[in-house]
């Protein structure tokens, strides 16, 4: 079958390439090897082929080009770290390769700085608290994580300049013991024993003297959380009350009932303390520390005592005190007493404790003189004598002489308060015609005899007394009468 002239000059063209090609693989594959060889680069090495076509130029590892005039390197890191070294490792490029590295907390399993995973190294968790057992330091525990640790405080411990859990290498903190501070104690309650204010110890407390427990615990121990286990016990202070009060005593003392007051006893007026040369007796007593009066044997005997006073003299006492020892069922007591005095006498008898007041009063007996005052006056009595007269001293009606004209029976002529008189002498002229204490000293009568009295009169009980007083007086007159003292 004829051809075409155009399709026969094509195949004759390619089969003339195809020539061409042959002829320089020929001659190259029929030059001397070294000549290739010596074209590569120097980062490539040259080899040949499977085929046996002749020798190549190819990079090496860790190099890309076309070996003769090109061999760069190769970033085997551009694809990842956790896909060339795997998790945990960091990927560092090389001239012509790489090398891998673990983070921190983590080492190669092949226990060198640096690795291929080519090999099957990877990188492991470093153990920090196996490898360093006091990293954390006292009161700490060390607790392992993956590619790190930190450290938690024991109970009883707190964090110090740090947040729990804490990492000493970073933040510098540490773990201290806690402190609870002084023990519960307060101004009743004392430290008995201690060990200490640290987490754990534990103190002993008790009551002060002069208090009693009356309820809470003894004992409290420092708390993880920094506070005592229990508060202070309860302590009351320990009060004796009122003191038992003794017959016939009064109790001298500031009225303190706390432990430790001192009271003592006196007796009253009209007593004194039995005496007993065997046990001589106390009249102190001391509140104890059992919230008890201390007894004291002091006893109070009965004696007499009797006071005396007078109506008519205000200023007038008369007071005395006479002891009384007497076993009889019937005492008899004798007791000097003043006249005319008003006597309140208390017999106490201290066995039976009986308490016997008796009032009384005493009279003028015999020449007995008395010195009245206050309510006492001196009155000048003027009695005519005409036939027979009769005087009666304690006779209250007794007039007055009036318009100067004496009258024809017995008359006040002058009277003389005794509380007015400052001297023991008076010198009084009947018949002067003054006054004297509001009555009229009347002139006598010529050719008449008289008798001039001399009585006190005495205000007491609101009833008058008059009684003579023995006294030595002076008369003196202008008329010639028969004056008698």
Same mark, same amino acid.
């Not at 010596?38 to 190549?56: E, K, L, R, Y």
């Not at 609101?462 to 008369?475: C, D, N, Q, R």
């Given at each position: 079958?004829?051809?075409?002239?155009?399709?026969?000059?094509?195949?004759?063209?390619?089969?003339?390439?195809?020539?061409?090609?042959?002829?320089?693989?020929?001659?190259?594959?029929?030059?001397?090897?070294?000549?290739?060889? !010596?074209?590569?680069?120097?980062?490539?090495?040259?080899?040949?082929?499977?085929?046996?076509?002749?020798?190549?130029?190819?990079?090496?590892?860790?190099?890309?080009?076309?070996?003769?005039?090109?061999?760069?390197?190769?970033?085997?890191?551009?694809?990842?770290?956790?896909?060339?070294?795997?998790?945990?490792?960091?990927?560092?490029?090389?001239?012509?390769?790489?090398?891998?590295?673990?983070?921190?907390?983590?080492?190669?399993?092949?226990?060198?700085?640096?690795?291929?995973?080519?090999?099957?190294?990877?990188?492991?968790?470093?153990?920090?608290?196996?490898?360093?057992?006091?990293?954390?330091?006292?009161? !700490?525990?060390?607790?392992?994580?993956?590619?790190?640790?930190?450290?938690?405080?024991?109970?009883?411990?707190?964090?110090?300049?740090?947040?729990?859990?804490?990492?000493?290498?970073?933040?510098?903190?540490?773990?201290?013991?806690?402190?609870?501070?002084?023990?519960?104690?307060?101004?009743?309650?004392?430290?008995?024993?201690?060990?200490?204010?640290?987490?754990?110890?534990?103190?002993?407390?008790?009551?002060?003297?002069?208090?009693?427990?009356?309820?809470?615990?003894?004992?409290?121990?420092?708390?993880?959380?920094?506070?005592?286990?229990?508060?202070?016990?309860?302590?009351?202070?320990?009060?004796?009350?009122?003191?038992?009060?003794?017959?016939?005593?009064?109790?001298?003392?500031?009225?303190?009932?706390?432990?430790?007051?001192?009271?003592?006893?006196?007796?009253?007026?009209?007593?004194?303390?039995?005496?007993?040369?065997?046990?001589?007796?106390?009249?102190?007593?001391?509140?104890?520390?059992?919230?008890?009066?201390?007894?004291?044997?002091?006893?109070?005997?009965?004696?007499?005592?009797?006071?005396?006073?007078?109506?008519?003299?205000?200023?007038?006492?008369?007071?005395?005190?006479?002891?009384?020892?007497?076993?009889?069922?019937?005492?008899?007591?004798?007791?000097?007493?003043?006249?005319?005095?008003?006597?309140?006498?208390?017999?106490?008898?201290?066995?039976?404790?009986?308490?016997?007041?008796?009032?009384?009063?005493?009279?003028?007996?015999?020449?007995?003189?008395?010195?009245?005052?206050?309510?006492?006056?001196?009155?000048?009595?003027?009695?005519?004598?005409?036939?027979?007269?009769?005087?009666?001293?304690?006779?209250?009606?007794?007039?007055?002489?009036?318009?100067?004209?004496?009258?024809?029976?017995?008359?006040?002529?002058?009277?003389?308060?005794?509380?007015?008189?400052?001297?023991?002498?008076?010198?009084?002229?009947?018949?002067?015609?003054?006054?004297?204490?509001?009555?009229?000293?009347?002139?006598?009568?010529?050719?008449?005899?008289?008798?001039?009295?001399?009585?006190?009169?005495?205000?007491?009980?609101?009833?008058?007394?008059?009684?003579?007083?023995?006294?030595?007086?002076?008369?003196?007159?202008?008329?010639?009468?028969?004056?008698?003292?």
């Amino acid at each position: 079958k004829p051809q075409n002239p155009d399709s026969r000059a094509g195949v004759e063209r390619g089969n003339e390439l195809q020539l061409l090609i042959l002829l320089i693989r020929t001659a190259s594959s029929t030059g001397p090897a070294g000549d290739i060889c !010596a074209s590569c680069h120097a980062n490539a090495t040259c080899s040949i082929p499977q085929d046996g076509s002749g020798h190549v130029c190819i990079c090496m590892y860790g190099f890309i080009g076309n070996g003769r005039t090109l061999c760069q390197d190769k970033d085997e890191c551009q694809i990842g770290a956790r896909k060339i070294c795997g998790p945990r490792a960091a990927c560092h490029n090389t001239v012509g390769s790489y090398a891998c590295t673990c983070m921190g907390g983590f080492r190669p399993s092949n226990h060198r700085t640096s690795f291929t995973p080519n090999d099957g190294t990877y990188c492991q968790d470093i153990d920090e608290c196996g490898r360093h057992p006091a990293v954390c330091g006292e009161g !700490a525990r060390c607790v392992n994580l993956e590619g790190d640790f930190e450290c938690r405080c024991l109970l009883g411990y707190r964090a110090h300049n740090a947040s729990d859990p804490l990492q000493p290498l970073r933040d510098k903190g540490s773990c201290k013991v806690v402190d609870c501070g002084p023990p519960p104690a307060g101004e009743a309650v004392r430290v008995l024993s201690t060990n200490g204010t640290a987490y754990g110890s534990v103190v002993l407390m008790g009551c002060k003297d002069g208090f009693l427990w009356r309820r809470g615990d003894n004992s409290s121990t420092c708390g993880p959380d920094g506070t005592w286990s229990r508060p202070a016990p309860l302590c009351q202070e320990i009060q004796c009350g009122e003191p038992l009060s003794k017959p016939h005593a009064r109790m001298l003392w500031d009225n303190g009932t706390r432990v430790g007051s001192v009271l003592h006893y006196q007796c009253e007026e009209g007593y004194r303390p039995s005496t007993n040369r065997h046990s001589p007796s106390t009249n102190r007593s001391v509140c104890g520390e059992d919230g008890q009066w201390e007894e004291s044997d002091l006893r109070c005997e009965g004696i007499v005592v009797f006071r005396g006073t007078r109506d008519y003299q205000g200023a007038f006492r008369h007071e005395k005190r006479q002891l009384l020892h007497s076993w009889d069922k019937w005492v008899e007591v004798c007791l000097s007493l003043l006249p005319a005095t008003n006597y309140t006498i208390s017999v106490i008898a201290l066995s039976t404790r009986f308490t016997a007041n008796i009032t009384t009063n005493t009279s003028l007996q015999g020449n007995t003189v008395v010195f009245f005052l206050g309510c006492s006056v001196y009155q000048v009595v003027v009695v005519p004598l005409d036939g027979t007269v009769v005087f009666d001293c304690r006779s209250r009606g007794i007039p007055g002489s009036s318009q100067g004209v004496p009258p024809s029976s017995q008359y006040i002529t002058g009277q003389f308060p005794l509380g007015h008189m400052n001297d023991t002498e008076m010198i009084f002229t009947v018949g002067d015609g003054r006054f004297h204490g509001g009555f009229l000293n009347a002139p006598l009568k010529r050719g008449t005899s008289y008798y001039v009295i001399l009585r006190v009169v005495s205000q007491w009980k609101e009833a008058g007394h008059s009684m003579g007083f023995k006294s030595t007086l002076e008369f003196t007159s202008k008329y010639p009468s028969h004056l008698e003292s």
